[in-house]
């Protein structure tokens, strides 16, 4: 299933693009900084993350533990560059704060995200597949409880590998548990090779029906198409809904895009600021 943009204000759309292109930015300056991090997913990543936190997710800066608000998982947490710029330009930290200590020691901006020390996160992640899982814990639990609170998993592509991921599947699929909603950030890059020449997924989408999910497929750039799916996705009660946003590895830099060699590469001092300009917002 795919659905088109659905009426999303194109103001609002024009000020997440730009606050869209101000976190890529953050995410090379932060790489550069630290000398390490995974550019090419968190580049990717990006605009799935900003139509959800600055639109889609009910969320507060201000009270990063308020009981109503909706959860996200950042299953693939090795993008946690492009995890913090978004939660840095929604107000949780500065920008400046994050960039500038971002993979430090005694950071709270680790590698991988840590719940204990950064505003925000919700789970402490890094190995691969353990997101899914985590999130549907959580939906359980926050339907047993009451508050109306939705759950994202934000997952990559070649994380599909695991077989946690296919368990955590089967069970929501069987149980139809009702406000998750899980993101595939479907790049088709993952660490050394192209997903398809690594491990196909193929055919994905009846996969993902017969374990009894709703699937839908997007344009995971296209931020008014981003918002449409995913608002449409949390109102869905009849069970979970996955949504395979399509992207474009290291999105926003011409050199970077699509290629392989980007999943963990630094940017030196000259392509920092070939990849700055090229984010500039016009």
């Known amino acids: 299933m795919s659905s088109a943009n659905g009426g999303v204000d194109a103001a609002l759309v024009t000020r997440l693009e730009g606050i869209a292109a101000n976190a890529r930015q953050d995410i090379l300056r932060a790489i550069a900084n630290a000398g390490a991090g995974h550019t090419g997913g968190s580049l990717s990543v990006t605009d799935i993350l900003t139509a959800l936190y600055f639109r889609v997710l009910r969320n507060d800066p201000e009270r990063p533990d308020w009981p109503e608000r909706d959860r996200l998982v950042l299953s693939k947490g090795h993008a946690s560059a492009g995890f913090y710029a978004v939660l840095a330009a929604r107000g949780y930290f500065s920008r400046e704060e994050f960039v500038e200590n971002y993979d430090t020691v005694d950071s709270i901006f680790m590698g991988h995200p840590d719940r204990l020390k950064t ?3 919700e789970t402490s992640t890094g190995s691969l597949g353990h997101g899914l899982s985590v999130a549907i814990g959580m939906a359980l639990g926050l339907k047993a409880k009451g508050p109306a609170a939705h759950v994202y998993a934000v997952l990559g592509d070649g994380e599909l590998d695991e077989g ?9 699929g069987t149980h139809k548990v009702s406000g998750l909603t899980a993101i595939v950030d479907f790049n088709k ?5 192209r997903v398809d020449e690594t491990m196909s997924l193929e055919p994905l989408v009846p996969k993902l029906q017969s374990f009894g999910w709703k699937v839908v497929e997007c344009d995971g750039h296209d931020i008014a198409e981003l918002i ?22 290291g999105k926003g830099v011409s050199f970077i895009e699509d290629q392989v060699a980007w999943h963990a590469r630094v940017p030196t001092p000259e392509e920092l600021q070939q990849g700055l300009a090229e984010l500039e917002v016009k």
């Open 119 to 121: 505003p925000g996160v």
């Open 164 to 172: 946690q991921v296919w368990e955590a599947l089967m069970y929501a």
């Open 189 to 193: 890059l993952q660490l050394v090779g």
């Open 228 to 249: 449409a799916v995913l608002e449409s996705a949390r109102e869905d009660a009849d069970g979970p809904v996955i949504v395979l946003a399509h992207t474009v590895k």
